[in-house]
């Protein structure tokens, strides 16, 4: 409250600005001695803080100050100095003043101390004004600021002498001193946090004299604030004690990741929610932290988990981590992850011939273990400077009998009968183990630039596993006998006329005993004694064709004679030429001046790998080679075309489990550019392996990026029609030639032989098809290109009502949609025929047809659609026999359907629980959300998919592809309502996904088409930020370049960072479809050739066993590398063994010829 006076006072003077223009005193402050000054005429600072002091001390607890001074004040009488120099410089006074800052101290200490806690407290204080936290007063020329008057000054105010803080922050001195406030809290939490403020501030925290703040004079500007480089060497200083928040010591227990500590402990004053306040430097933080560890390694040697937080701590260095891996591999020898981890430690420090050898000892150790397998061929694969053809194909070699032998071990052991499928899960994993090491052997092999022994070894692997003759063999008479087919004129798998290899080893068996049959019987004695004899037919074909066709031993000969004879031709030929004073060395040299001809050589070079993939047979490659005396570098080509059987032999393996010879035709179609169903999942190694090891785009990403691009076009003005796909664009790229699509067509038919009824094959025996009669005709078609083959398989199986869905869904997409609906509908009708156990694919036919539907429902024929697939829908909810479409249902056949869909998902969730997950439940669920979406709207369909994926362990979700599949179909439900969905909503479930299947090309596409309509771009950058620092992959960095590339407005360095940090990674280092569009980015975009240059030299030194990235460089980058350069290139890809079909030198001789 005010006194009267004050108030009185306050009537009669009228209040001016705070801040006045000078220091002059006012006219009414002359007038009146007494006065406060006219520019301090402002309520604030006449209010009696008695009054406010008497309130607060009302509230909250007492706190006890042990023996700090940092708050405490203390009651004094009042003082009356005669000028206002002795009120600002008396210490006494700042007490007094301290006290009006803080009431609650004054009022809890008055009346309280004693005489020697007096002269006590006075001595702390003293000390404090003198600490860095005290803030030393006020300089004797500051009088001023009081005012003109000499008079004493009024005690109706106070003013805080020890001044304001912030100066610096001002850079000079401030005007008017300001109050310090802090937070008021209740409890005990208040005097934790001041105990903890004086504890920081007795321990010296902060340097004395960075808060001088009097003004900056020479010494605080010579010696810097806290963020100077001293004040910062010394915050980086490892003695420097800070102080830090820890959990109270108890015993160190096993306990989940997630596990979240409820208790509320109060032990002492220090502990703040089970947690103590101590003091420790960098060095004592790593004797404690360490201690932790081992106490924990030591009582729980089992655990992984702590050994991998151990080695993963920023404590240790180099040596010490290795210290700690090699206990823990010694400790847990079967953990791969500590393995992994072990050597990755010795990569660093360790040379290339010392880390082998390491690795050898491990796998001879663990010869079973796929993944270690793996990781060992990647790094021998990536070492620049040891890299071999021939070497790393030894070592896929050397992979692929150890993984094989385990099989057949395994098998032995427990399934010692070899005819009964087998079932055994470990087995099965080891098989599907050794199939995709065996498809990183072809990749491999198609990249170095042996195209034809990829195909080879498909083609082996596929006769060998799959078409096997039902015999009991061993494996040595079963190789004896593959060789004999190898050798002999047989089609093999995907040429025209193939049988397989135990069909034509009983035709020839057959053949035998006709022949055998046909001899007279008095002739029996030209076989001799015993019983040996060569048929008649068959020595006058001998005797026909050995003048034709001769043996390949004589051909090899006749071939080594010829070279030999060559060679002495060449010698005398050159001494004759240097008899001239022609020297060929130096003329050859001197010719290649030009680098626009070593790009035509990698053009032809480029084109001959596309076009010679296809394996030759030995005979075949030999009359090629006969057929022109000189053409010798052809027919030279020609015999390197040939595969023999001692080139395939070493890496045949049998397969027993139908799970594994399925991935191994699905990967086989996979890898000659086939279109199939995805029947495995993102999460797997197989697909991480496949999408590490791309060098284009396949189809199904370009299809993604594509719709990025197109998403960003739309939805920004100034986006640009430029993007990430067409980088890579040229040509010759991504085209499936006739002999291709031929080859896979042929493969298909014959692998249906051993997998009747299985869609996925049918359907890309189709496109093939498709792909083949198109690209050998350019005229148009009326009908489907596959009509004719759909139609020879429906005869050959007429129950096959899967094939009828697959055949009529290439009918409505290639735009007979009338056909393709009456094909369904003979499907479904024809259902009633089929037997029991064949009525569980029909949800998938169902399904199929429903899907179709909607996806080509537009315009006015919408509604229509709508009510032809309630008409679908309602016969597979109600269990009803397949009519056609007529009418639309009723509101009964509607509630029928409801009840019928609900009764039938509970089934699927019962059989979900047992594992058995398969194609046609997953239909029946989304044809149950589809139902609901198009009865009771969007929000109810999303629900029933949602609901059905939360019965589902999350385990189980992220290793199903038929559940990544359901998951994407929530995603686009959700989407295709992404007006009427809210954005939370969207995002919440693309996160979810995002984080079951992190690799997903699909939901990183709805994410981008998502963000960049309803958020910033800046938030969808942080988004995929975080998801390339969790998880790395190249799918999220290929679709973060996407964004940034199909923006109209390009951040340069933004993209530049993208693709830094993504080949700072140890492992996407190896990616070269990340270099190849890094290279192509700073060639077509950013228009920097010299720093292409340098990128492309990283880029084989990363990945040297990739013949289109070197083909690159000397393709865009010939204008800025010199031919010498170029020249020694070339040297280089001969050293490292890669496959060369063209000869710098038949680009001459075609430049000559071309001149002449």
Excluded at 575 to 601: C, H, P, Q, Y
Excluded at 864 to 881: S, V
Excluded at 965 to 970: K, T
Excluded at 1029 to 1048: H, I, N
Aim: with cysteine.
């Amino acid at each position: 409250m005010r006194n009267a006076d004050e108030e009185e006072g306050l009537s009669q003077h009228e209040p001016t600005s705070i801040f006045p223009i000078s220091n002059a005193p006012s006219t009414s402050s002359a007038s009146t001695p007494g006065a406060v000054s006219g520019w301090l005429h402002n309520p604030s600072f006449t209010v009696d803080l008695s009054v406010v002091q008497d309130a607060v001390s009302r509230f909250g607890p007492k706190i006890v100050e042990e023996d700090y001074g940092d708050d405490d004040g203390e009651q004094k009488e009042d003082l009356k100095p005669s000028t206002s120099e002795e009120f600002l410089g008396t210490s006494e006074t700042n007490r007094e003043e301290r006290d009006i800052y803080y009431p609650e101290d004054a009022e809890r200490q008055r009346g309280k101390r004693k005489s020697g806690k007096k002269k006590k407290k006075r001595k702390i204080n003293a000390d404090y004004d003198a600490t860095p936290l005290g803030f030393a007063s006020r300089k004797s020329s500051l009088r001023a600021w009081a005012g003109s008057s000499e008079t004493k000054p009024s005690k109706d105010y106070y003013f805080d002498s020890r001044g304001d803080p912030d100066n610096l922050a001002f850079g000079s001195l401030y005007r008017i001193d300001v109050a310090r406030y802090k937070l008021y809290d209740s409890g005990k939490r208040s005097e934790r946090k001041l105990q903890a403020y004086a504890l920081s501030s007795r321990r010296g925290l902060i340097v004395e004299g960075e808060t001088d703040i009097d003004a900056l004079d020479s010494k605080l500007k010579s010696s810097g604030r806290y963020w100077s480089a001293k004040y910062a060497a010394l915050e980086r200083h490892k003695n420097l004690k800070r102080v830090r928040i820890l959990a109270s010591e108890k015993p160190q227990q096993v306990v989940p990741d997630d596990f979240i500590c409820l208790s509320d402990q109060d032990s002492n004053v220090g502990s703040i929610l089970g947690t103590t306040i101590i003091e420790e430097s960098w060095e004592d933080e790593v004797l404690r932290r360490t201690k932790e560890f081992n106490k924990l390694t030591r009582e729980h040697p089992h655990n992984v988990q702590g050994w991998l937080d151990f080695q993963s701590a920023r404590l240790q260095t180099l040596e010490k981590k290795i210290s700690i891996l090699e206990k823990a591999t010694e400790l847990n020898p079967d953990n791969e992850d500590l393995l992994l981890l072990l050597m990755k430690a010795y990569q660093g420090r360790d040379n290339t011939d010392i880390i082998i050898g390491r690795w050898e000892k491990i796998l001879i150790q663990h010869p079973e273990n796929c993944k270690l397998w793996r990781e060992f061929l990647h790094v021998l694969q990536g070492e620049f400077s040891t890299f071999k053809v021939s070497e790393q194909r030894r070592m896929y070699m050397h992979a692929i009998h150890a993984l094989s032998a385990a099989c057949r071990k395994r098998q032995r052991q427990y399934h010692p009968a070899f005819e009964s499928p087998c079932r055994d899960t470990a087995v099965i994993e080891l098989e599907l183990g050794v199939v995709d090491l065996f498809l990183s052997l072809c990749r491999f092999e198609w990249q170095a630039g042996y195209q034809e022994l990829a195909t080879a070894l498909f083609q082996a692997e596929v006769e060998y596993s799959l078409f096997c003759p039902s015999l009991q063999l061993t494996d040595q008479s079963k190789r004896r006998l593959f060789e004999h087919f190898w050798n002999s004129d047989g089609a093999r798998v995907g040429e025209d006329g193939a049988l397989g290899w135990s069909t034509w080893l009983e035709k020839e068996e057959e053949y035998r005993q006709e022949v055998i049959h046909e001899m007279p019987v008095e002739k029996d004695e030209e076989g001799g004694w015993t019983g040996w004899f060569v048929p008649s037919t068959k020595s006058k074909e001998n005797s026909a064709n050995s003048e034709s066709i001769p043996d390949d031993s004589v051909v090899l000969e006749e071939i080594t004679e010829e070279a030999e004879n060559e060679d002495v031709n060449q010698e005398d030929d050159n001494v004759l030429l240097k008899m001239l004073g022609i020297d060929i060395d130096v003329e050859a040299s001197g010719d290649i001046k030009d680098s626009a001809t070593w790009a035509r050589w990698s053009e032809e070079e480029s084109l001959r790998d596309q076009d010679q993939w296809m394996p030759l047979r030995v005979k075949s490659a030999v009359s090629h080679s006969n057929s022109d005396v000189a053409m010798d570098v052809e027919g030279e080509q020609q015999l390197s075309r040939a595969i023999l059987f001692e080139d395939v032999s070493e890496y045949l393996f049998s397969l027993r489990s139908s799970q594994a010879k399925v991935s191994l035709v699905s990967q086989f179609i996979d890898f000659f550019g086939g279109e199939i169903s995805q029947n495995i999942c993102t999460n797997s190694a197989s697909w991480t392996e496949k999408i590490l090891c791309l060098e284009d785009f396949p189809n199904s990403f370009l299809q993604d990026l594509r719709r990025v691009r197109d998403t960003l076009t739309k939805g920004d003005c100034g986006a640009s029609a430029f993007g990430l796909e067409l980088l890579l664009h040229s040509p010759n790229n991504n085209i499936k030639t006739n002999g291709v699509a031929k080859f896979l067509r042929n493969a298909m038919l014959l692998c249906l032989t051993v997998f009747p009824r299985n869609y996925s094959f049918e359907e890309a025996a189709l496109i093939a098809e498709e792909q083949c009669i198109i690209g050998s005709s350019t005229s148009l078609f009326t009908a489907t290109p596959c009509q004719a083959l759909a139609r020879r398989l429906l005869k050959s199986d007429r129950q096959n009502v899967l094939l009828c869905g697959v055949y009529a869904r290439r009918e409505i997409a290639f735009g007979n949609i009338e056909h393709g609906r009456k094909v369904f509908d003979m499907a479904l009708s024809s259902v009633d025929g089929l037997p029991l156990e064949s009525r569980s694919i029909l949800p998938l036919l169902y399904f199929w047809y429903v899907d179709t539907e909607r996806a080509n429902s537009s315009g006015s024929s919408e509604s229509e659609t709508r009510f032809r697939i309630l008409h679908i829908l309602c016969c597979l909810g109600c269990g009803i026999a397949y009519t056609p479409y007529k009418c639309q249902p009723t509101s009964m056949q509607l509630l029928r359907a409801h009840q019928g869909f609900k009764e039938r998902l509970l089934t699927v969730r019962s059989s979900w629980t047992c594992g058995a997950v398969d194609d046609s439940s997953i239909a029946l669920v989304c044809s149950a959300a589809l139902f609901e979406e198009l009865t009771a709207g969007w929000a109810a369909g999303v629900k029933v998919v949602a609901e059905a994926l939360a019965m589902v362990l999350p385990e189980t979700k992220s290793r199903s592809c038929q559940f990544e599949y359901l998951f994407s179909y929530y995603v686009r439900m959700i989407q295709k309502h992404h007006e009427q969905a809210k954005l939370p909503k969207m995002l919440h479930s693309i996160s979810q996904g995002l984080l079951i299947y992190p690799f997903n090309p699909l939901l990183f596409r709805s994410l981008i088409e998502f963000c960049s309509k309803y958020t910033v771009p800046n938030r969808l950058r942080q988004i995929l930020d975080n998801h390339c620092r969790k998880k790395p992959s190249v799918v999220v960095w290929l679709f973060a370049l996407s964004f940034e590339v199909g923006r109209g407005s390009l951040q340069h360095s933004r993209i530049h960072g993208l693709f830094e940090r993504a080949l700072a990674d140890d492992r996407l280092r190896s990616s070269v479809i990340l270099w190849r569009c890094y290279i192509a980015y700073e060639i077509d975009i950013v228009g920097n050739l010299s720093a292409a240059k340098r990128i492309f030299f990283r880029a084989i030194h990363a990945c040297p066993w990739s013949k289109k990235l070197w083909l690159d460089g000397f393709l865009k980058l010939n204008s800025v590398l010199t031919a010498k350069e170029l020249s020694d290139l070339q040297e280089v890809m001969r050293d490292k063994e890669l496959n060369l079909r063209t000869d710098i030198y038949e680009i001459l001789l075609q430049d000559d010829f071309n001149h002449g």
